[in-house]
T-cell receptor
Framework: DVKVTQSSRYLVKRTGEKVFLECVQDMDHENMFWYRQDPGLGLRLIYF???????EKGDIPEGYSVSREKKERFSLILESASTNQTSMYLC?????????????FGEGSRLTVL | GQNIDQPTEMTATEGAIVQINCTYQTSGFNGLFWYQQHAGEAPTFLSYNVLDGLEEKGRFSSFLSRSKGYSYLLLKELQMKDSASYLC??????????WGAGTKLIIKP
């Protein structure tokens, strides 16, 4: 059974704190993605990666960075958390570049920034 | 700009049929996806259409008209467990997904 695992389901952080959200997939997928999901809005792409050590900005990268040191792991970093980053964060993966295949999602990490 | 439109919320009765529409305007087209998302859970894949027509998968069917920029998801014999949000997403020319805001489907007994 394919699996995308996100390290934390719920986090509460204070403004200015550094936040790490980790995502691991066990399907040997090349492509990995970080989205945020807010009420009334579609999923918005923060960053994506098509290969190890490769990263590309999505639609809303400001205030975020990512790391992909190993194929199976894609981390999202909030260098200095702000209240407007309170959201649900979803990690996803799919097999390969240019692949129109489905995305496999993790369970999500709900972050609250106070 | 790129845009996906779908109704915010729909209500239907257990055992009935419901159709959830999705219209889109995107830069290029490499297929349209429907995902189901139960509250507090991850989205899960339902269907993928890249050619015009109807794709049937059990109680769920998905239709695509590329010339009209239109798709619908048809759910038959509704069950209470079908209460969820249904997300429409279009893959653009760069193989990136553009997402609609989702349709919350409420099933009543």
């Amino acid at each position: 059974d394919v699996k995308v695992t996100q390290s934390s389901r719920y986090l509460v952080k204070r403004t200015g704190e550094k936040v790490f959200l980790e995502c691991v997939q066990d399907m040997d997928h090349e492509n990995m993605f970080w989205y945020r999901q807010d009420p009334g809005l579609g999923l918005r792409l923060i960053y994506f990666s098509y290969d190890v050590k490769m990263k590309e900005k999505g639609d809303i990268p400001e205030g975020y960075s990512v790391s992909r040191e190993k194929k199976e792991r894609f981390s999202l970093i909030l260098e200095s958390a702000s209240t407007n980053q309170t959201s649900m964060y979803l990690c996803a993966s799919r097999p390969g570049t240019g692949d129109a295949g489905e995305l496999f999602f993790g369970e999500g990490s709900r972050l609250t920034v106070l | 700009g790129q845009n996906i439109d779908q109704p915010t919320e729909m209500t239907a009765t257990e055992g009935a049929i419901v159709q959830i529409n999705c219209t889109y305007q995107t830069s290029g087209f490499n297929g349209l996806f429907w995902y189901q998302q139960h509250a507090g859970e991850a989205p899960t894949f339902l269907s993928y259409n890249v050619l015009d027509g109807l794709e049937e998968k059990g109680r769920f069917s998905s239709f695509l008209s590329r010339s009209k920029g239109y798709s619908y998801l048809l759910l038959k014999e509704l069950q209470m467990k079908d209460s969820a949000s249904y997300l429409c997403a279009v893959m653009d020319s760069n193989y990136q997904l553009i997402w609609g805001a989702g349709t919350k489907l409420i099933i009543k007994p």
